[in-house]
């Protein structure tokens, strides 16, 4: 008896999910879900010179090598009182979801891919490290000041916009060199991947999706350098700060927070920001 193209893509959906790239529901039905870990298991497959089912071969292969680095996640906000510059929350949802416990779940999603990734690449070890834990502040120096602790060779801010319900779109910043950035090109380099990564997620399940570009003309507290310790660093943090979108509109709040996909549709926005942490990490390794 021929299979159905229904148990074709089921076997699909389950091959996917068992090599780690989440599919959705295994129901046959080959959705946004599915189309997104297809995709995403064949930009693995691209980066690593593989042909589609020789992956496991990757233990054996010496000329796949290890990730390593070190990664600070910062979720922006926080806590009850503004400290050191930094507000206990700016934007909140259409539906009411405060901007700080959006920036801590996804900062937990991004961390949870990278030691997924971390653990699947024989050789890797990337350090994963949180500004906060849990709903409390941090002044803006302070954060930075966590990457410099920790030796961090990557430093992603994560933020939500929110301005008038209809104004949307994603935008990356970085510090502007007139403002003390003695890094420009390698964070306009890793703004870039984060920028290109979390668009191209967003655009996949919504076509209105905005793509606001990486600005550099920034004066940010949190990445300045001489916070992250760059002016007097031999190897020198990356740092930039992702908004994802603006949370006040209402098919944002829609795609992120109230519709029946935005569990995916977050995981989605997780798993590029971890990619796009990864390749910069291999372009500096």
Same mark, same amino acid.
């Given at each position: 008896?021929?299979?159905?193209?229904?148990?074709?893509?089921?076997?699909?959906?389950?091959?996917?999910? @068992?090599?780690?790239?989440?599919?959705? /529901?295994?129901?046959?039905?080959?959705?946004?879900?599915?189309?997104? +870990?297809?995709?995403?298991?064949?930009?693995?497959?691209?980066?690593?010179?593989?042909?589609?089912?020789?992956?496991?071969?990757?233990? /054996?292969?010496?000329?796949?090598?290890?990730?390593?680095?070190?990664?600070?996640?910062?979720?922006?906000?926080?806590?009850?009182?503004?400290?050191?510059?930094?507000?206990? *929350?700016?934007?909140?949802?259409?539906?009411?979801?405060?901007?700080? +416990?959006?920036?801590?779940?996804?900062?937990?999603?991004?961390?949870?891919?990278?030691?997924?990734?971390?653990? +699947?690449?024989?050789?890797?070890?990337?350090?994963?490290?949180?500004?906060?834990?849990?709903?409390? !502040?941090?002044?803006?120096?302070?954060?930075? =000041?966590?990457? =410099?602790?920790?030796? +961090?060779?990557?430093?992603?801010?994560?933020?939500?916009?929110?301005?008038?319900?209809?104004?949307?779109?994603?935008?990356?910043?970085?510090?502007?060199?007139? *403002?003390?950035?003695?890094?420009?090109?390698?964070?306009?380099?890793?703004?870039?991947?984060?920028?290109?990564?979390?668009?191209?997620?967003?655009?996949?399940?919504?076509?209105?999706?905005?793509? =606001?570009?990486?600005?550099? !003309?920034?004066?940010?507290?949190?990445?300045?350098?001489?916070?992250?310790?760059?002016?007097?660093?031999?190897?020198?943090? =990356?740092?930039?700060?992702?908004?994802?979108?603006?949370? @006040?509109?209402?098919?944002?709040?829609?795609?992120?927070?109230?519709?029946?996909?935005?569990?995916?549709?977050?995981?989605?926005?997780?798993?590029?920001?971890?990619?796009?942490?990864?390749?910069?990490?291999?372009?500096?390794?």
């Amino acid at each position: 008896m021929a299979a159905s193209i229904v148990d074709i893509r089921k076997l699909a959906q389950v091959t996917l999910r @068992d090599k780690g790239f989440y599919s959705g /529901e295994i129901d046959g039905l080959w959705g946004k879900g599915s189309k997104a +870990a297809f995709a995403e298991y064949s930009g693995f497959l691209r980066a690593a010179k593989l042909e589609i089912g020789s992956e496991d071969a990757i233990v /054996e292969d010496s000329s796949v090598g290890g990730i390593t680095g070190v990664v600070v996640l910062d979720p922006g906000h926080g806590g009850q009182q503004k400290t050191g510059g930094s507000s206990p *929350n700016n934007a909140t949802s259409y539906s009411g979801v405060k901007e700080k +416990a959006m920036t801590l779940e996804l900062a937990r999603l991004v961390r949870k891919e990278l030691n997924r990734i971390s653990s +699947a690449r024989p050789d890797s070890n990337i350090e994963v490290h949180l500004t906060r834990a849990g709903d409390r !502040n941090l002044g803006l120096t302070d954060r930075a =000041r966590v990457a =410099r602790a920790k030796a +961090a060779d990557v430093f992603v801010s994560i933020h939500y916009n929110g301005y008038d319900g209809r104004v949307r779109g994603t935008e990356t910043l970085i510090l502007s060199a007139a *403002n003390g950035n003695t890094n420009p090109a390698d964070d306009g380099a890793l703004a870039e991947r984060v920028q290109s990564g979390v668009f191209a997620a967003l655009k996949n399940h919504d076509p209105g999706a905005r793509n =606001r570009g990486v600005k550099d !003309n920034q004066r940010l507290g949190v990445l300045k350098d001489v916070h992250l310790q760059n002016p007097r660093a031999a190897l020198k943090t =990356r740092a930039c700060l992702l908004e994802v979108e603006f949370i @006040d509109v209402e098919v944002v709040d829609e795609l992120l927070n109230t519709g029946q996909d935005a569990k995916t549709v977050r995981l989605d926005v997780a798993r590029a920001m971890a990619q796009a942490i990864v390749e910069d990490l291999e372009a500096h390794s």
